[in-house]
């Protein structure tokens, strides 16, 4: 299943043979994971890629009180490591963690590196995900630089309404950088 | 000279012959701007991508009082748009502005796909570029929800000094947050 699923993403960008198709997959170990499992724990070396083919996982870094403050959630069709330490093979920033029983398909930086040679129409692929996904963290740091708190969950609630009743809500408020009660506050007062 | 930057940052990722990235740059625009010149305006089409090879740019939008609000500076070497925008061909969520005298490529979005198919190794570059934009993204985000505004400043200043002299401080203020009565207070404490 998760085999198919990560095809047929890359093949909505690229138009790919099913021999190929499957010779990429072949670069790639299936896992699943139970909900809270760690994938990846800060201060280790981050040689995995992540794609999520079914579930929900989030990269999040413990703060100096011990909360756990996600920085990014991936769910089904995302791509998801800390990219800078993935890339230069340093010690993580972050940890990653399951949220939800998931199906992730993971590659370590020396397979990826030969998957890229190998099939180089995939670096098109790729270019365009972190396109996207950067475009996307400009646009939050706008949000974050514009709205309050409260604005920011209603907008992201108005936006991503499948998301929000999806994702733990304390880790939606580290999210969203607000305490996990005033978070409460806010759906009270909106329903009250 | 802007041509031989661009060369020269290319081939630090790709081995091209003279040859190629002659033609490579013969898809791009050359401008010089002075210092508060706009490239884009917000609302509308995003259609270019711009290289700095020299000076400084900067991606904002204007807050409900008024106040430009920077989400991005671009110095030599940098590449910027709003990307969203410009991978969908919609209106522009930001303005760019040349904040120095400055000397910059542009590539409009048809040429910039064209490059791309002509140039299919070029994939290897930009995915290079946006998988470092994103990470690098991602630990500004944790930034921003790790340290107070006043420790991201001092942490800026010392990751980026040559940076933190170099931008207007107004801006640079509201890049990290902060109201520039704030940051002069922080600066003048910092030193009194």
């Not at 909505?12 to 760690?38: A, N």
């Not at 995302?78 to 990219?83: E, G, Q, S, V």
């Not at 990653?96 to 890229?116: A, D, H, P, T, W």
């Not at 709205?147 to 733990?168: G, L």
Request: aromatic letters at 18%; glycine letters at 2%; hydrophobic letters at 35%.
């Amino acid at each position: 299943m998760s085999e198919s699923v990560l095809k047929n993403h890359i093949n909505s960008y690229l138009p790919l043979s099913e021999e190929e198709l499957s010779e990429i997959i072949s670069y790639f170990e299936y896992h699943t994971y139970k909900k809270k499992e760690i994938l990846i724990l800060t201060g280790k070396r981050c040689n995995k890629l992540f794609f999520v083919s079914k579930g929900c996982l989030h990269l999040y870094f413990i703060d100096d009180l011990g909360y756990k403050k996600t920085t990014q959630f991936a769910m089904e069709n995302w791509w998801l490591t800390d990219f800078l330490a993935f890339q230069n093979q340093k010690e993580s920033n972050f940890s990653i963690e399951s949220i939800e029983n998931s199906e992730v398909l993971s590659i370590s930086f020396s397979k990826y590196n030969e998957l890229l040679n190998t099939f180089p129409s995939l670096e098109k692929y790729f270019r365009n995900i972190y396109e996207t996904a950067y475009g996307a963290a400009l646009m939050r740091l706008k949000y974050i630089n514009s709205y309050s708190k409260e604005e920011m969950y209603f907008r992201f609630q108005e936006e991503f309404p499948e998301f929000v009743q999806r994702v733990p809500q304390y880790l939606l408020a580290s999210f969203l950088g607000l305490t996990p009660e005033y978070l409460s506050e806010i759906k009270k007062n909106r329903f009250s």
